[in-house]
T-cell receptor
């Protein structure tokens, strides 16, 4: 158990819908990262937050957004969902910005 | 830009045999290197990391990796594989110059035959 929690574990929804994925980092970790894992793209970095502020952005679609709240938990919002958004979404956390990252169990999103 | 190459998609070894998983990286500065393992339906677990110093690093579950700057490699090794090591292994590179995001290789699926 890494100490990073993600909810829900599974999510099934329809195209065009909007979903919110939630992540609670390890106690004391200030940085939160979101990654997407799909069969065709592999593991891709989406976005990083550090102590509530956006720090780095990867290939995150404009339909996707994230935020980190004062209690340091983070949410990833995916809207206007398409079939291709079906993937495993991981959250990771680290103490600062330059550290090993600890991964949560992931949320498996299926878009039908 | 950063990139990671894991040339072997699948590897099969016999239980008790030694293992080496290859990883080559491309990075413009001093890299931070990681190996993660993912069991089916599970998240990613950190096996070991290299930030600086001794180029041979020890990790959990009896794994080790050696950083070779001249070859841009960070190969993972284990002297004797157990059936429970069957999983997918990911090499990753990160660092301050790129905002500490991790760039992952495509992964190597390890099968262990008894």
């Amino acid at each position: 158990d890494s100490g990073v929690t993600q909810t829900p574990k599974h999510l099934i929804t329809a195209t065009g819908q909007r979903v919110t994925l939630r992540c609670s980092p390890r106690s004391g970790d200030l940085s939160v990262y979101w990654y997407q894992q799909s069969l065709d793209q592999g593991l891709q970095f989406l976005i990083q937050y550090y102590n509530g502020e956006e720090r780095a952005k990867g290939n995150i679609l404009e339909r996707f957004s994230a935020q980190q709240f004062p209690d340091l938990h983070s949410e990833l919002n995916l809207s206007s969902l398409e079939l291709g958004d079906s993937a495993l979404y991981f959250c990771a956390s680290s103490i600062r910005g330059v550290d090993e990252q600890f991964f949560g169990p992931g949320t498996r999103l299926t878009v039908l | 830009a950063q990139s990671v190459t894991q040339p072997d998609i699948h590897i099969t070894v016999s239980e008790g045999a030694s293992l080496e998983l290859r990883c080559n990286y491309s990075y413009g500065a001093t890299p931070y290197l990681f190996w993660y393992v993912q069991s089916p339906g599970q998240g990613l677990q950190l096996l070991l990391k290299y930030f600086s110093g001794d180029t041979l690093v020890q990790g959990i579950k009896g794994f080790e990796a050696e950083f070779k700057r001249s070859q841009s490699s960070f190969n993972l090794r284990k002297p004797s594989v157990h059936w429970s090591d069957a999983a997918e292994y990911f090499c990753a590179v990160g660092g301050m110059e790129y905002g500490n995001k991790l760039v992952f290789g495509a992964g190597t699926i390890l099968r262990v035959k008894s």
